[in-house]
Antibody
Framework: QVQLQQWGAGLLKPSETLSLTCAVSGGSFNDFYWSWIRQPPGKGLEWIGEINYSGTTNYNPSPSLKSRVTISVDTSKKQFSLNLRSVTAADTAVYYC?????????WGQGTLVTVSS | QSALTQPASVSGSPGQSITISCTGTSSDVGSYNLVSWYQQHPGKVPKLIIFDVDRRPSGVSSRFSGSKSGNTASLTISGLQAEDEADYHCWSYAGSSTVVFGGGTKVTVL
């Protein structure tokens, strides 16, 4: 049973960079894609992007996201990370890391990231 | 890439059946049998309840069923119970290695 544990800063100022990391345990890291998903307060889920063990990435094509997002991987540590640059209040959300095996079937515990001056 | 369209809210009485729709386009829901549904209780992590349009993961109640017609997928909850009160999100593969979620539907048990 795969488990995902995530961490990162929860309070940012506008224009700063959001950085989150997710560690995977209990399963094969190389067999799946690993995703980041976010959920603004009171709203629906939004897929940010994904990465596999070799560093192949796929990103949400939304212009407001794609130009600011970088997802990276450290296969030796079974970890993957999200960087979102130049954050604004609109980026305030719970961010989830997740396992993608033709659908998202395992989730991290979520991290509330608040952007406020 | 636009979010899939779900009704904001659906309600029903205990024991009734309700259906939640998820409308996409011919580029996502209409083109692939890769539609999933997630149940999310307040403050909790989403839980996968339907994948591949109509398949249930092990341990998920048979009261949950999925279907698809054209560009619209549907989730039906039969024999509605108080514990089913939650938010429900649909998900679809959208081609070119991207995916899209719906806006979410709040289910209220009257």
């Amino acid at each position: 049973q795969v488990q995902l544990q995530q961490w990162g800063a929860g309070l940012l100022k506008p224009s700063e960079t959001l950085s989150l990391t997710c560690a995977v345990s209990g399963g094969s890291f190389n067999d799946f894609y690993w995703s980041w998903i976010r959920q603004p307060p009171g709203k629906g889920l939004e897929w940010i992007g994904e990465i596999n063990y070799s560093g192949t990435t796929n990103y949400n094509p939304s212009p407001s996201l794609k130009s600011r997002v970088t997802i990276s991987v450290d296969t030796s540590k079974k970890q993957f990370s999200l960087n979102l640059r130049s954050v604004t209040a609109a980026d305030t959300a719970v961010y989830y890391c997740a396992k993608d095996s033709l659908t998202v079937d395992s989730w991290g515990q979520g991290t509330l990231v608040t952007v406020s001056s | 890439q636009s979010a899939l369209t779900q009704p904001a809210s659906v309600s029903g009485s205990p024991g009734q059946s309700i259906t939640i729709s998820c409308t996409g386009t011919s580029s996502d829901v209409g083109s692939y049998n890769l539609v999933s549904w997630y149940q999310q209780h307040p403050g909790k992590v989403p839980k996968l309840i339907i994948f591949d349009v109509d398949r249930r993961p092990s341990g998920v109640s048979s009261r949950f069923s999925g279907s698809k017609s054209g560009n619209t997928a549907s989730l039906t909850i039969s024999g509605l119970q108080a514990e089913d009160e939650a938010d429900y999100h649909c998900w679809s593969y959208a081609g070119s290695s991207t995916v899209v979620f719906g806006g979410g539907t709040k289910v209220t048990v009257l």
